[in-house]
């Protein structure tokens, strides 16, 4: 399957793309002739995108390929610190933190927020192979319980005051009904 290389939306604008001998986006230029540029290392990491104006904003990456600092048109950088593979830290240009904890399985089980706001992330394998549930538990004992099948997909999401939404999916995966008891109502989902 190829690229695409233009979109005409329902006014008749055509905005057209060019990519790299590796499938990169390199142009999406609109119906005005205004380009967004984007630019790669040899490693197929994202390194920049201009915007029609000439902005531009950079990334850098370690030897992993990990996200290191993105920084913004203004000069603003967020920088990004890893642990064994996994993020540990991100700084926002003002210097405040977002802090990361995992598992030994490698799962997220603690963030903190940059305020320090500290949140848990539990698991539960009772389902065994069928489906996975996470629990996400925020500073005042709220908790937000998800539950997916065994193909990652988002099967129900229990909020804090015990309101359900339930989805199911069709045979290719995409999502068919949302149920929520908060609404009292099922809607098929549609594209």
Do not use: H
């Amino acid at each position: 399957m190829g690229n695409v290389t233009a979109v005409t939306d329902a006014a008749g604008n055509v905005t057209r793309m060019t990519y790299n001998s590796n499938g990169n986006l390199l142009t999406a230029e609109n119906a005005l002739g205004k380009a967004t540029k984007l630019a790669y290392d040899d490693k197929g990491n994202l390194t920049s995108i201009t915007d029609p104006q000439g902005s531009k904003s950079a990334y850098a990456y370690n030897s992993a390929g990990q996200i290191l600092t993105i920084t913004s048109p203004a000069g603003n950088v967020t920088k990004y610190e890893y642990q064994n593979g996994l993020p540990v830290r991100i700084t926002s240009p003002e210097g405040s933190g977002r802090t990361l904890q995992y598992d030994g399985a490698g799962r997220l089980v603690r963030f903190a927020d940059a305020e320090g706001n500290a949140y848990t992330v539990s698991y539960d394998e009772a389902c065994g192979s069928t489906c996975r549930t996470d629990t996400i538990t925020d500073p005042l004992g709220n908790a937000v319980r998800k539950t997916y099948n065994s193909k990652g997909n988002l099967l129900s999401v229990t909020d804090a005051k015990g309101n359900v939404s339930n989805f199911s999916y069709d045979n290719n995966g995409q999502i068919w009904s949302a149920l929520s008891n908060a609404l009292r109502q099922r809607k098929p989902v549609t594209n």
